[in-house]
């Protein structure tokens, strides 16, 4: 080292301090430039750095940032520079199929939380089997605080109508018309009156509901189009004889929503469709009316998501909802929806019942699947619920059910999409489907005969009159 350090001699012109300093900072200089540790600064090609230099908490280690070499020639040479503040990569596709045996076929963000939308409707339908079995059949009750005069057919006094069927509507009023006047009923001197959980025509409103009931009990203010759809569910039903004679009972009194008066007596008892032709049609059309009502019934959407949570098993991170019909910012993983699948499948299989009783049939019924796979191929091979919400979520989407493929094998799916166009991603949704059935042969139709009666309710509601629009969207903000 000593040849390395000129002598102080060589500068006569410094003072004793000023040579000191000198000295000094010589020293340091060379010290530096032989320093391993300021060595290790120089990077080498595909040498490791540390990522940070701030303090390394104790019992962890932090891994190096490998850089790529200059002069790479294969894949795995080629490492990408470290990207700093990169945005949290959100999945815009869930997609979960399994067999019926439970073995997973394809799987991406299972465990990733969507909006499912009307699917919703699925959890719901699960909820309602159990708790009021698939034979429920929801009761109106016609009622009376009036007396009788069987020679004139004539009640002087009110005319009370009691229920909560969520399926309720201008056929059943027709028909209840009809049972009046076969015991002898045809005119009310009093009023309507409708209790307030009364509800017609999917109409939240108990006085519009009331004054629906009003007109169409009375074939003079009866609209054309009730008549018309009244003659057609006979027809199905055949039953002719009916329609020989026009079911009519005036009310000469006002409506009113009110409890029930007191010293009334029952006059009959209307009954529903069974639950199992209920929950066809709402689900065939997604009727977001039908399944609020029915949420009600069970608790809300709280009720139908403890049930989720502790009679499923479902986490409580699979599944958060905010309605009972789909519509708003719900939450429920692939997974958990799965689950909710199969757990409906196997309730109705307690009732002798397939899922092609309660949901669509692509192609065949009529809502929001008949234009879905309707071509030879795929028609009649897939049943399925549908959830669409055009502006929720950035625009969502859904597709749960099951598909019949040509080698016999049966595969459950849960496909949720979000944040693009609802009608692309139907387009995904169908592909993924057809592409896995195809894999195994092609489609094969299920084993199904349609009933128009059910997806009508049996007698009441006509396809004309239960669609409230032609595909299902979220409500438009008042």
Known sequence: MKHLIPSLTHFPNLSRPHRSSFALTLLLLLSLSVSPTFAQQTIAPNAATPSSNLPVPAGRTVKPTVYATPNATTVDDVVPLPVLNAPIVVPRQGVLIETAAGRSVMEQAGDTEFNPASAIKLATALVSLRSLGAKHRFSTALMTNGIYDSATGTIAGDLIVVGRDPSFHDEHAVEIARELNRIGISVITGDLIVTPTFTMNFSASPLSSGNRFYDTLDATRRPTSVARAWTQARALAGDTQTLARVPSVAVMGAVYVSNVPANSRQLMLHKSSPLVDVLKTMLCYSNNFMAERLGDMLGGSTGIENYLIDKLGIDPDEARLASTSGLGVNRMTPR???????????????????????????????????????????????????????????????????????????????????????????????????????????????????????????????????????????????
């Open 336 to 478: 958990g929806m799965m689950r909710v699948y199969r757990a409906l499948a196997a309730e109705l299989a307690t009732e002798n019942l397939t899922t092609a009783d309660i949901l669509p049939v692509a192609g065949i019924d009529p809502g929001t699947l008949k234009k879905r796979y309707d071509d030879a191929l795929g028609r009649g091979s897939i049943i399925a619920k549908t959830g669409t919400l055009v502006r929720t979520d950035g625009g969502t989407s859904a597709l749960v059910g099951e598909a019949l493929a040509a080698n016999g094998e049966r595969l459950y799916f849960v496909i949720f999409n979000r944040g693009g166009n609802v009608w692309r991603s139907r387009s995904q949704q169908d592909q993924i489907v057809l592409d896995q059935q195809l894999q195994r042969g092609g489609p094969r139709a299920v084993a199904y005969i349609p009933r128009s009666s059910v997806v009508q309710l049996a007698n009441a509601p006509t396809s004309t009159t239960v669609r409230t629009a032609s595909d299902e969207y979220e409500a438009n903000p008042q």
